[in-house]
């Protein structure tokens, strides 16, 4: 019933301005939560080069996280996004927390650096059992955030599929988080963390991120007002 009376409003063309409107703002929301994402992971890479002391070491705990963390949101949300009644407002939720988490995330890894002296010290077990405690500690550090990133596509692909077709939805999601990716480790590496430190990088990404909030809470705004426009039209 709720779809038929959507089609319906997308039938209109000013229902059709407003929807593509409202998918503007969410490929603009997702393209800026990519950005995000990828300039924590640089930040993530130079930081636990300094914990860990081998940059080998750091971009495989990085990436093990990285990768982890998004599987892990992907799945968490795959599974209730079609179940949301305002998917859009969750994601404002899930970027305000990863703004949040991204900016802590960088003295925590300083802490863990820190921190994996005392637990060598503690438990006694040789450079490798040291090694495997600070992958341990940075794991755990940078998981909490990655998987709110993961969390980013199925909500958007969701709020997409409301908005337009879901194979449209899907595709264009996915293309504007790549692209987001690719331009924020671009940014990351050769402008914000050579001009301005680590903790200032990190940041601008949940700068980013906030952007990314206020975006999808305009999508959600939207929404809410087709909604009661289409209850007077039903009335």
Not at 78 to 105: I, Q
Not at 108 to 133: E, Q
Request: no cysteine.
């Amino acid at each position: 019933m709720a779809r038929d009376r959507d089609t319906q409003d997308m039938s209109t063309p000013d229902a059709r301005v407003r929807g593509n409107g409202a998918f503007a703002l969410l490929i603009a929301t997702v393209f800026f939560a990519g950005m995000a994402s990828l300039i924590y992971e640089v930040v993530w890479i130079r930081q636990l080069g300094l914990s860990l002391g081998s940059t080998a070491v750091a971009f495989s705990v990085m990436l093990s996280a990285f990768l982890g963390g998004l599987a892990l949101g992907g799945w968490y949300m795959g599974a209730r996004s079609d179940r949301s009644p305002a998917p859009a407002m969750t994601l404002v939720r899930v970027e305000v927390a990863a703004a949040v988490l991204g900016v802590l995330s960088i003295p925590a890894l300083a802490f863990a650096g820190r921190a994996y002296v005392w637990l060598a010290i503690t438990v006694s077990g040789g450079p490798v059992v040291s090694l495997l405690l600070r992958s341990a500690v940075a794991l755990l550090v940078m998981l909490a955030p990655a998987t709110l990133f993961g969390m980013t596509f199925p909500l958007a692909t969701v709020v997409g599929g409301r908005i337009v077709a879901g194979q449209t939805a899907a595709g264009a999601v996915a293309a504007a988080s790549s692209f987001g990716s690719a331009v924020g480790a671009l940014l990351a590496g050769l402008w914000f963390e050579p001009a301005y430190g680590l903790l200032t990088s990190a940041v601008i990404g949940a700068g980013f991120n906030l952007a990314a909030a206020a975006l999808a809470f305009a999508i959600h705004t939207r929404e809410d007002d087709r909604s009661a426009g289409g209850e007077s039209s039903a009335r």
